[in-house]
């Protein structure tokens, strides 16, 4: 079983998380996830729901929520700089932010490790290992975009949460599927089906 770390954080639309979490354990992956202090608040406010922080209170509330049985999910607190994740002995194949707020971004950017999320984004990156960022924000200001170019520099992979429209979307599970299953295209995974441009309709 492959091991994934999934990161969400306290940017708008957590939902694309919680889609990638449903398709990861689906897929019989072993997830290792970690909620930013952030992504409680805007679980909150915007999904009207509040998520256990206490991680095995917070698994089965996703396993509930999302109704998936397969897989293995562990959740981690936003601090636990001790979990096995935050170090580099432990083998991973690759963290997923996502979505990524722009404190997360900023604080990876500059190599300030204060929470679990950062501390194994900076893993990541200095064992070499697929780091993916899917940065929600807009416009982006310089600062961001700085540090996006340091995050791509240092090896990180930027994938914006933006849509394709040749897919012609009727939902919003629609644009959300479509978002999480590309993005997992860029970590080698085929998540789920989704329609793949074939060129124009004749
Ligand atoms: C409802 C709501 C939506 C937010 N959306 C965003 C967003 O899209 N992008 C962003 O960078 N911050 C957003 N924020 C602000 C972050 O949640 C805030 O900066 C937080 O400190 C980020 O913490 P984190 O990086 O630890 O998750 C939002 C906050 C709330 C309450």
Redo the contacts with the bound molecule.
């Keep these: 079983m492959d091991n994934i770390v999934l990161a969400i ?5 957590i939902q694309l998380g919680e889609r990638a979490l449903q398709l990861l354990l689906q897929n019989n992956y072993k997830v290792d996830l970690i909620l ?4 409680y ?2 679980a ?3 999904r009207k729901i509040n998520i256990p922080v206490e991680p095995n209170a917070q698994e089965l509330f996703w396993r509930k929520t999302l109704s998936v049985d397969s897989g293995k999910l562990n959740c981690y607190r ?1 601090n636990d700089n001790a979990a096995p994740i935050a170090s580099g002995s432990h083998k991973t194949k690759g963290m997923v932010i996502l ?7 900023g ?1 990876i950017a500059s190599g300030f490790s204060l ?1 679990l ?1 950062e501390r194994c984004a900076d893993v990541h990156l200095k064992e070499k290992r697929p780091l993916i960022i899917s ?4 416009p982006f200001n310089l600062i ?1 975009l700085e540090n996006l170019k340091s995050i791509a520099l240092a090896g990180g992979q930027i994938v914006p949460p933006i849509p394709a429209w040749y897919s012609n979307p009727e939902t919003i599970d629609d644009l959300i599927d479509f978002i999480v299953v590309r993005l997992f295209d860029s970590f080698g995974e085929n998540l789920d089906k989704i329609e793949r441009w074939k060129g124009p309709k004749k």
């Design positions: 954080t306290g940017a708008s639309a930013s202090k952030g992504a608040q805007v909150k406010s915007e936003w979505p990524c707020s722009m404190g997360t971004l604080r929470d999320i940065p929600r924000e807009s961001h």
